[in-house]
């Protein structure tokens, strides 16, 4: 069974950084995928970024292209998200999620999600 916990959310100003974790147990050759979502008050869940275990091949979405980096620690199994230059349309429950391909945007399409962990940004 695929476990996912996501870690490190919290209060941060805009323009600064914070950086997201997702611990993965149980990985499975299937779920060589993780992605992370993004889901702020009364909108639909976002899709942010993915990343492949083997090789480190990444996708962003086009809203935070050039402001967040997604990594993986292998040895660790876990992926990280580093947020830079943070803005209060950033605000939200962030998620990593595992199942989908890389470029695959849909939550559906993603079989195992953790638990999430707020962001949010100040003024």
């Known amino acids: 069974q695929v476990q996912l916990v996501e870690s490190g959310g919290g209060l941060v100003q805009a323009g600064g950084s914070l950086s997201l974790s997702c611990a993965a147990s149980?990985?499975?050759?299937?779920?060589?995928?993780v992605a992370w979502f993004r889901q702020a008050p009364g909108k639909e869940r976002e899709f942010v970024a993915s990343?492949?275990?083997?090789?480190?091949?990444?996708f962003y979405s086009d809203s935070v292209k050039g402001r967040f980096f997604i990594s993986r620690d292998n040895a660790k199994n876990t992926v990280y998200l580093q947020k830079n230059s943070v803005q209060p349309e950033d605000t939200a429950v962030y998620y990593c999620?595992?199942?989908?391909?890389?470029?695959?945007?849909?939550?559906?399409?993603?079989?195992?999600w953790g638990q999430g962990t707020q962001v949010t940004v100040s003024s």
């Open positions: 149980g990985r499975t050759a299937s779920n060589d995928v």
């Open positions: 999620a595992t199942g989908g391909g890389l470029l695959d945007t849909i939550p559906k399409l993603y079989n195992y």
């Open positions: 990343i492949r275990w083997r090789g480190g091949s990444t």
